[in-house]
């Protein structure tokens, strides 16, 4: 999965400044505790679990995508993770028993940061179900490794070309329309030169992940070469393909880090050939592309 680098990533600061104005409240309304009335038990328990969801918070900021479900996964953390603090330093601080509020802070932010939590994951869920769902569509035809890219993990032009053969004779067959999109990332070497070419498999890789998602079962998505995808999309006519398009190029830009840098240009073809390769070719060969960027959006 892609995220934004630590040095680029506000959550961090922020997950600090919520420890630091934690530590502050203590200092500012509490009074140390004297060394014989800390039950350091209860603080080597209460410090693990914070330092296990610090972890846990850690590991969210670095493996997901910016999105939806991941800022709750983030606000439902943050919210546990104030409360563990302030219960933790409950163990050093002793507090006025007018200063209820300390009490507060310490107890409601658990229920609902637990709650928000639930809410990120039954969306997670959502999303892997989602993915799920297409691996198994791709499966249905058969499984062969010599078609399969090893960074993305779509299926190459070797597979859409057998796939694209078979549905050109089924739409002979059923008279349904057939198209073919092709996604070209361009600009993507800027990536690579400003972020390393780490940042920009992983960047692949999300977009290969995004595309599956958004797209039905029907559907098939391929990793053309480097920076090139294709898209199969049977029972589609073209304009149905051109609205895709749009929305394909609205839902890159929002989801996908980096989209500063980058254009997406798609080229869009319904097929009337009798063969996969000429089809291919004459996708090639359109001369209308529809290109998104991040300060301008036309179809």
């Avoid at 350091?40 to 209460?46: A, M, R, S, T």
């Avoid at 439902?76 to 300390?102: H, Q």
């Avoid at 070309?161 to 002979?172: G, N, S, T, V, Y």
């Avoid at 977009?207 to 999309?233: I, K, M, N, P, W």
């Amino acid at each position: 999965m892609l995220s934004t680098p630590i040095w680029r990533d506000a959550r961090w600061p922020l997950l600090a400044l919520l420890l630091l104005v934690c530590i502050g409240f203590a200092l500012q309304f509490g009074s140390p505790k004297p060394a014989a009335f800390v039950d350091y038990l209860d603080v080597l328990g209460e410090g693990s679990t914070l330092l296990l969801a610090l972890i846990g918070v850690g590991a969210l900021l670095l493996t997901r995508p910016r999105g939806k479900v991941t800022t709750l996964l983030f606000v439902g953390s943050l919210l546990l993770c104030g409360s563990l603090t302030l219960d933790l330093l409950d163990e050093f601080f002793r507090y006025p028993e007018d200063v209820r509020y300390m009490s507060w802070l310490e107890s409601l932010p658990l229920p609902l940061g637990l709650l928000v939590l639930a809410i990120g994951m039954y969306g997670w869920h959502q999303e892997q179900k989602l993915i799920e769902r297409q691996l198994r569509a791709r499966e249905l035809h058969y499984r062969d490794h010599r078609f399969v890219d090893p960074l993305t993990t779509l299926y190459n032009r070797n597979y859409l070309e057998h796939i694209l053969q078979r549905e050109i004779a089924l739409r002979f067959e059923h008279r349904d329309e057939l198209c073919l999109l092709h996604l070209n990332v361009k600009g993507f070497a800027r990536i690579n030169r400003v972020h390393g070419s780490h940042e920009g498999d992983r960047m692949l890789q999300r977009l290969g992940e995004l595309l599956v998602t958004l797209l039905r079962d029907t559907d098939l998505v391929c990793r053309d070469h480097s920076d090139r995808f294709l898209l199969l999309l049977p029972r589609t006519e073209r304009d149905e393909a051109l609205a895709l398009v749009s929305f394909l190029q609205q839902a890159l830009l929002q989801e996908l880090p980096y989209a500063e840098l980058v254009r997406f240009d798609f080229r869009c073809h319904q097929v009337a050939e009798d063969n996969a390769l000429a089809a291919l070719q004459q996708l090639m060969l359109e001369r209308n592309k529809v290109a998104a960027h991040a300060t301008m959006a036309t179809c």
